[in-house]
């Protein structure tokens, strides 16, 4: 089956770091994104990582690892803007998305 | 350039009623979806097109239908409402980034149905 897991909800402190991770198991494989949503609004596009490693951007990084079936989205210099839910989608096979319920982030002064 | 605009943002029916989301994007994009968003669910795929006269069912398509005559526009018709429905629905487009789909979503559009 397919099957998209990310922790329901994270607290962090502004100005520290965070890292939210996703595992994912998934008919195909075809990338996987990263969209930040913050509450009441549309999610956003952040990250597609199709290889293994790490991509930079910014304060944002994206990590993969296929083999393991595995990623992560690390935060660093937490803003209070950054409080929102983080989405974890892969595209499968059919070029379809895949999405994780999101993962809620909490940031406190 | 407005993006992917959505209408009405919200809307209350009586279950067996129907209505039309409307979703209109101007950025020229072939690929549109519709998804609903439900609490402690991830986002769900109703429909999706891959161009214009192009439409073709997602994961959950029962009760909902789509059209596609231009390459602006896709709107989502509930065809009879169930209390079921009542959900977030997310129209959204897609361009090319990297080979990969990447999305803009509109605002949203908040149905209940009692």
């Known amino acids: 089956g397919q099957n998209i897991d990310q922790p329901t909800e994270m607290t962090a402190t502004e100005g520290a770091i965070v890292q939210i991770n996703c595992t994912y198991q998934t008919s195909g494989f075809n990338g996987l994104f990263w969209y930040q949503q913050h509450a009441g609004e549309a999610p956003t596009f952040l990250s597609y990582?199709?290889l293994d490693g790490l991509e930079e951007k910014g304060r944002f990084s994206s990590f993969l690892s296929r083999s393991k079936g595995y990623s992560y989205l690390l935060l660093k210099e937490l803003q209070m803007k950054d409080s929102a839910s983080y989405l974890c989608?892969?595209?499968?096979?059919?070029?379809?998305?895949?999405w994780g319920a999101g993962t809620k982030l909490i940031i406190k002064p | 350039n407005a993006g992917v605009t959505q209408t009405p943002k919200f809307q209350v029916l009586k279950t067996g009623q129907s209505m039309t989301l409307q979703c209109a994007q101007d950025?020229?994009?072939?690929?549109m979806s519709w998804y609903r968003q439900d609490p402690g669910m991830g986002l769900r795929l109703i429909h999706y097109s891959v161009g214009a006269g192009i439409t073709d069912q997602g994961e959950v398509p029962n009760g909902y239908n789509v059209s596609r005559s231009t390459t602006e526009d896709f709107p989502l018709r509930l065809l009879s409402a169930a209390p079921s429905q009542t959900s977030v629905y997310f129209c959204a487009s897609g361009t090319s980034y990297s080979g990969a789909n990447v999305l803009t979503f509109g605002a949203g559009s908040r149905l209940t149905v009692l």
């Open positions: 989608a892969t595209m499968d096979s059919n070029y379809q998305l895949i």
């Open positions: 990582n199709v």
């Open positions: 950025m020229n994009h072939e690929y």
